[in-house]
């Protein structure tokens, strides 16, 4: 729940609340008043903190200092995030073998930094009548992976989609550097 969701003080709605004290010690079920009243006496807030419970759950503390620990979780949780990008080498099914060897050069550097890659073969005019020229250069893109000792996860094989043929090729998960 965002912090700027939570009801405190005067916001809190429910007639009655569940009370945990400033020690997080329950003080049981009291009126919202008497809850407030408390919390000004301690200087700090009363938080509902649980607003879905019956009755609602309210902590008194000091709304400050629990947003700020609110947010530096959210921001921990979201840097501990693994972000994969999928790259995409695209080609065409009459590809030089030069050529090959430099795209399949860059698809080994990109699985090496922990991304995914999409190898796609784009089919124009009569070149849809021979789709298997294309999945004959994805299996030569795979062949020179394994030759250059590149680990890699087939995640789906050769399928068309249009006048593409696309592959993903995923790294292996303790490659990542």
Known sequence: MATRDLRINRQ??????????ENGEQK??????????????AGLDLVEVSPNANPPVCKILDFGKYRYEMEKKQRDAKKNQ???????????PKIDRHDLETKSKFIGE?????????????????ELAHPELGKDVL???LEILSENGVQYNLDKGAFME???????????????K
């Open 162 to 176: 249009g006048k593409m043929m696309s592959m993903f090729v995923s790294p292996v998960k303790n490659q990542k």
């Open 139 to 141: 299996d030569r893109i």
């Open 110 to 126: 990109f699985l090496n930094e922990g991304n995914k890659v999409k190898v796609s073969i784009r089919f124009r005019g009569r």
């Open 28 to 41: 049981g079920v009291m009126k919202t008043f008497d809850a407030i009243h408390m919390a000004e006496e």
């Open 12 to 21: 809190i709605r429910a007639h009655e609340v569940r009370l945990i004290d």
């Open 82 to 92: 693994a972000v994969i990008k999928i790259k995409e080498i695209r080609m065409q």
